[in-house]
């Protein structure tokens, strides 16, 4: 009976820990060199100690001193005990700082502040507001989305948005939701960009090119094609125009409209160079072609891309690594195949879907580790396309930031053509059990639609009629 009783006791206790966990944990490493106001960020955090998990990590050379360190600072007030470990405090701060960390329960990142900046960037408020189920995202700056098509977040918490109609990039603090600086590319940069193409037109030839473009009332310009960071840098990768005559199929003399790409990089809106993006690579076996999809992922320290032939092919679709060599990014192939049969015929809806070390193919429900190809994870409620058809789209489609997935859960976004709206799923990974939402948000593709950087449990889109930027509690 005894045993028994205990046996209820533990359980209870058990599932009284889990269902206790908090949906964010608040982390501060703290570095006794520069903890000068550790004491007042312990003191306003006393306020959300209750909603939120704290943990406070040293180096565990400092656990002989905690006496000491528990009598010159407030740590008690949030937690029991400091965490004394050097991997965890390398983890959250690898710049041996007092830093301060918010991550939700499901660990997918984390931001990072330096514990000074805290009150400057409006650290607690940002707590209050990812505790609301909806909200409207900045709300003071509604130009923030307007007319964006694409935003990026890094693990600072600085967005950008992709701005197609002023042909700049925007950048915010998502915590304060001010503004911070303005990307615009220069004309010069352009010009340094159109120098390196592969056709050998000279630079004094720039300003006769863009008169042709103007005379045979072609409209095209140089853009910004994508953006898209790398640690804390900004890539934004652009294209100049320029025109090469040719012999058309009538035999007649006309003009072709070709592209040099390059990525302009930003440091904290610092200009730090142009680099030549090379977006073709030959596959000598089969002296085949393949070209840039249009589509660039960060992930350890590499970058990866979709890369395809011109004419559907076996393996039509490979994936492609960026190297950086001799001052320019060039794609070489990966050690294995990303092609399926479905895209033997046609290569629609071929361009992968990327999140962290994970990809996934369009019209199959299925993710794949980016590193080595292995599968990941299968989506049981996904309905793959087993023939591409010229006029119909799929039933089923992933598109844009289409998934998120950790150890436990995987997020998916399926752009449903039968509902003619945005679905949302969240499986069990272990039990394969899904939950499914949606709240008539319409079929988009240049829409801003992104799962929330820390907690995909929420949703961030742009809403189309008012163009507010939307975070929604979803499951």
């Known amino acids: 009976m005894i045993k028994k009783y205990g046996f209820l006791l533990l359980t209870v206790f058990l599932f009284y820990k889990a269902s206790a966990q908090k949906n964010y944990t608040i982390t501060i490493t703290v570095n006794l060199e520069d903890c000068l106001n550790c004491n007042a960020t312990i003191f306003d955090l006393r306020n959300f100690k209750d909603s939120f998990d704290v943990q406070i990590i040293m180096r565990e050379e400092f656990q002989s001193d905690s006496t000491y360190i528990y009598k010159e600072y407030d740590f008690k007030d949030v937690v029991e005990n400091i965490t004394f470990s050097d991997s965890l405090f390398n983890l959250y701060s690898p710049a041996n700082a007092t ?209 395809g032939t011109s004419l559907p092919v076996k393996n039509s679709e490979q994936l492609g690594i960026i190297d950086f060599k001799d001052n320019a990014y060039n794609i070489n192939f990966a050690n294995y195949s990303t092609s399926a049969a479905v895209y033997d015929k046609s290569f629609d809806f071929s361009i992968p879907v990327f999140y962290k070390n994970a990809y996934a193919l369009p019209i199959i429900g299925k993710i794949y580790n980016l590193e080595n190809g292995e599968l990941l994870e299968t989506l049981p409620f996904f309905k ?73 449990d929420y949703v961030i889109y742009k809403e189309e009629k008012t163009n507010k930027l939307i975070r929604k509690k979803i499951f």
């Open 99 to 307: 830093m301060i960390s918010i991550e939700s329960k499901y660990k997918i990142d984390h931001f990072s502040m330096h514990i000074k900046e805290i009150y400057d960037r409006g650290f607690f408020t940002y707590l209050k507001k990812i505790m609301q189920n909806d909200s409207v995202l900045f709300e003071k700056h509604p130009e923030a989305s307007r007319g964006a098509n694409e935003m990026r977040i890094n693990n600072k918490g600085l967005a950008a948005f992709n701005v197609p109609y002023k042909k700049s990039v925007y950048i915010y603090d998502f915590l304060n939701e001010t503004f911070t600086d303005e990307i615009q590319i220069s004309q010069e940069i352009y010009k340094d960009n159109f120098i390196l193409n592969d056709d050998g037109i000279l630079e004094s030839e720039y300003d006769s090119i863009k008169t042709v473009f103007k005379e045979n009332n072609i409209p095209i310009s140089d853009k910004i094609e994508t953006i898209f960071y790398k640690e804390d840098t900004l890539c934004v990768m652009i294209i100049s125009y320029y025109v090469m005559p040719y012999i058309n199929s009538l035999g007649k003399e006309d003009l072709r409209v070709k592209g040099t790409y390059g990525i302009a990089k930003y440091l904290d809106g610092e200009f730090l160079g142009l680099y030549k993006f090379q977006t073709s690579v030959k596959d000598k076996s089969k002296d085949i072609i393949y070209v840039y999809q249009m589509n660039v992922h960060h992930f350890n320290d590499k970058l990866y891309t979709s890369i």
């Open 384 to 456: 793959d396309t087993e023939e591409i058809h010229p006029r119909r789209s799929p039933e089923m489609l992933l598109f844009g930031n289409a998934f998120v997935i950790n150890e436990d859960y995987v997020w998916v976004k399926v752009h449903d053509n039968i509902k003619k709206e945005e679905v949302f799923y969240k499986m069990n990974r272990k039990t394969k059990k899904h939950e499914i939402s949606s709240f008539n948000l319409t079929l988009k593709l240049n829409n801003i639609i992104y799962f929330d950087p820390l907690n995909p």
